[in-house]
């Protein structure tokens, strides 16, 4: 399923992109729902910056779910490659929770338009729920778009909060 989402950052092109590449860790404070994103690796390159961040959640797992769905469940890699001279990111999401079954990934582009940025996130989300214990196999090929379409649903008003917290952010930043 496709995922895709825009967003305008009141701020130039290049402070967006360092804030989005560099400083996630300090933004973390700023996105709801999220409790801290940790750097794990860091490679610089000649233009490029490829890093994997641990993004931990602060959410509560219903307690319907709580069998299926443990709080360590609630935190993702995000393995990323930054090209500076097209400001731009590829990325691939890899979930704790059924990491054979969720596959994300998909680019998002930093652009210029004057003293405003346009953050575009293009993705696509697949879910194997033949490959997730409990779910009977007649019922995942038929419930698997629909399960797609409810998360893609869920997420991308988040990849819309990052974006507002990046602008906080930056806000903060330019008062002190």
């Known amino acids: ?7 305008s950052i009141p701020y130039p092109r290049e402070q967006v992109y360092l804030a989005y590449r560099d400083r996630l860790p ?22 490029t ?20 769905i443990k709080p360590e469940h609630l935190r993702w890699d995000d393995f990323a490659e930054w090209n500076d001279a097209k ?9 704790k929770a059924f990491p054979e079954a969720v596959i994300c990934s998909g680019r998002n582009e930093i652009l210029a338009g004057g003293d405003t940025t346009l ?7 697949n879910i194997a729920l033949k490959d997730i214990p409990g779910v009977p196999s007649f019922l995942a090929k038929r419930l698997a778009p629909q399960v797609e379409k409810f ?12 974006n507002q917290s ?7 930043e330019n008062r002190e």
């Open 1 to 7: 399923m496709k995922i895709f989402s825009e967003s």
């Open 26 to 47: 300090e933004i973390a404070m700023y996105i709801p729902d999220i409790r801290e994103i940790i750097v794990h690796s860091r490679k610089d390159g000649d233009g």
């Open 49 to 68: 910056v490829t890093l994997h961040n641990e993004w931990v959640s602060q959410r509560d797992v219903p307690k319907m779910m709580q069998h299926i």
């Open 87 to 95: 400001f731009q990111v590829d990325w691939t999401i890899k979930t």
């Open 119 to 125: 953050v575009r996130l293009r993705g696509e989300l």
């Open 151 to 162: 998360i893609v649903s869920l997420v991308t008003p988040n990849l819309e909060k990052v």
């Open 166 to 172: 990046i602008e906080r952010f930056l806000d903060a």
